[in-house]
């Protein structure tokens, strides 16, 4: 037998694999589909945070309350706090959900609300979510919580039968729901940028994400909800239950493990910053913090954008229109950008129409996907050639406190940009093709200068000498400059990037793999 029929034969068998794979598991997400369930109705009194919301919405009628949560810790505090004062529901919607530190002290927050007869609703995207599958059949086992994974793999138990359920389904295995959302009983959202675990934190002993999250009043809060529940109710949201069964005891033993949190030493700043905002006012010390708009909204892919249903770059339609607009300036944030050529050339006009425009992105050091910044390198330097200022996060924290436990490393995770100062968006979308075209993406809209300072500020401060390396062509090359031009240094090779990371980036940037990053 040749070779070549060899090989045919080897592609039949697995296209017909991967047939059978496909349909069996189309049937089986159609048996285990949950009842569908939507959010709860908020109320003018009843729950803390009613009475909280509810008066200043009187006062600002039609109008949203945004508030930007750009410390670690705070944003931390929030989702606390926020559930903590809940008295009616929390709809939770993640990508990522770890079981270290801060992940297990807000899984303590939520059992605690459902003891006290709050509805909870947690969809996790499955691809992070198997290590867990223990911890979250016991939540779903609890009477008021209730546990959706997206798009699940059905094998659960041992890596190689989940690689190949993955393998034989893998057009619709790769496409992820990246959304990040906390809502508390419809009168507060969390959106933005930040999964749930100690990096988002300031809790990692090895490097932090700088990250941006927006805190919602009012109407865009009622848009989060919508997006949830379209999400909740979606086919590929399957509950736990019909995934793993329950072994008795689960919920018992994370009691028991939770209970003992408060006593760990590396949860006391965390509870203290719970404790010194005791109620959410806290959160709003500052009456000037919160921004009141009429003009925002919530902007998201629908679940049927991971079955490649309906039209491509969902969300990228939504904002594009705004990054076009600009006049004067743009200021784009991406820790994973990949522009692709379409991309490039978008940008390259806009810079010809005389905006200046400036990304920050991380450096081949800081970022935690070396695959990315490979198939990144390449548009360096035409986006250089054709005017855009290009910045890389340095992979070390500038700050003069650096994290709680002592950790000095720093990685971009923020997601944003901003136009003329005028509109800008704060959500889960990075500028790659994964984020454009395979996951789900969520973030919001606005336009209120106070605010848009704000971010810029935060900009400006990871763009700063100190922060980030400005990079500019040098004799047909790429530099980076270290330090404040003039005084720094110029640097020839990727700053602080060992010899192994510079030759993996360097060799997954000549592979053909850009749109599946």
């Known amino acids: 037998m040749s070779i070549i ?4 034969v080897i592609l039949v068998a697995f296209a017909l694999a991967s047939t059978i794979a496909v349909y069996s598991y189309g049937r089986f997400a159609d048996r285990a589909r949950g009842e569908p369930s939507f959010a709860l109705p908020a109320l003018e009194n009843g729950t803390p945070l009613d009475d909280l919301v509810a008066p200043l919405l009187q006062a600002r009628p039609e109008q949203s309350g945004l508030l930007l949560l750009s410390s670690n810790l705070d944003a931390f505090a929030a989702r606390a706090l926020a559930a903590r004062h809940a008295g009616r529901s929390l709809d939770l919607q993640y990508y990522i959900w770890k079981g270290d530190l801060t992940g297990r002290l807000l899984i303590n927050e939520i059992v605690r609300a459902a003891d006290r007869g709050v509805r909870v609703r947690l969809l996790l ?12 059949v016991a939540l779903d086992a609890h009477p008021n919580i209730a546990v959706r994974l997206f798009n699940p793999s059905r094998s659960r138990e041992g890596a190689l039968r989940r690689g190949i359920e993955m393998m034989l389904r893998a057009f619709s295995a790769t496409r992820r729901m990246h959304n990040k959302a906390w809502i508390a ?10 999964n749930i675990g100690d990096a ?3 809790a990692s002993r090895s490097s932090n994400f700088r990250d941006l999250d927006v805190l919602l009043m009012g109407g865009v809060v009622a848009q989060t909800e919508a997006v949830f529940d379209r999400f909740w109710n979606s086919s590929a949201a399957i509950p736990i239950a019909a995934l793993r069964r329950s072994h008795g005891g ?13 006593a760990e030493q590396g949860a006391q700043p965390y509870l203290r910053r719970v404790t010194e905002n005791s109620t959410v006012r806290g959160i709003f010390s500052r009456a000037e913090a919160i921004h009141w708009t009429h003009e925002a909204r919530i902007v998201s892919d629908p679940p049927e954008k991971t079955q490649a249903m309906g039209q491509e770059g969902w969300l990228m339609h939504a ?5 076009l607009a600009a006049k004067s300036d743009l200021e784009l944030i991406s820790p994973y950008f990949i522009p692709g050529e379409a991309g490039l050339v978008q940008f390259l006009d806009i810079a010809r129409a005389g905006v200046k425009i400036s990304i920050l992105t991380n450096s081949l050091a800081a970022t935690d996907v070396t695959a990315v910044h490979g198939a990144y390198a390449r548009y360096r330097k035409p986006l250089l050639e054709g005017g855009v200022h290009l910045f890389e996060l340095k ?3 500038h700050r ?22 005028h509109i800008a968006f704060v959500g889960s979308m990075n500028f790659d093709p994964r984020s454009i075209s395979l996951n789900t993406e969520m973030g919001i809209l606005f336009g209120h200068e106070g605010l848009i300072a704000e971010i810029r500020t935060v900009f400006a401060e990871e763009t700063s000498p100190a922060a980030s390396y400005r990079l500019h062509v040098e004799d047909g090359a790429i530099a980076w400059q270290d330090g404040a031009k003039g005084s720094g240094r110029t640097l020839r090779v990727e700053p602080d990037a060992g010899f192994r990371r510079r030759i993996a980036a360097t060799i997954i940037g000549l592979l053909p793999i850009e749109s599946q990053l």
């Open 5 to 8: 029929l060899i090989v045919l």
């Open 125 to 136: 995207d499955d691809i992070n979510a198997r290590w867990t599958d223990h911890t979250l």
């Open 185 to 194: 009983d419809g009168r507060l959202a969390v959106i933005g940028g930040r």
């Open 200 to 202: 988002y934190f300031d």
């Open 250 to 262: 689960g919920l018992a033993r994370v009691r028991d493990e939770i209970a003992r949190l408060p």
């Open 319 to 323: 904002i594009q229109p705004a990054l």
């Open 395 to 397: 992979p070390y924290d």
């Open 400 to 421: 003069s406190k650096a994290s709680l436990f002592g950790s000095s490393g720093a990685s971009l995770h923020t997601k944003a940009f901003m136009v003329d100062g």
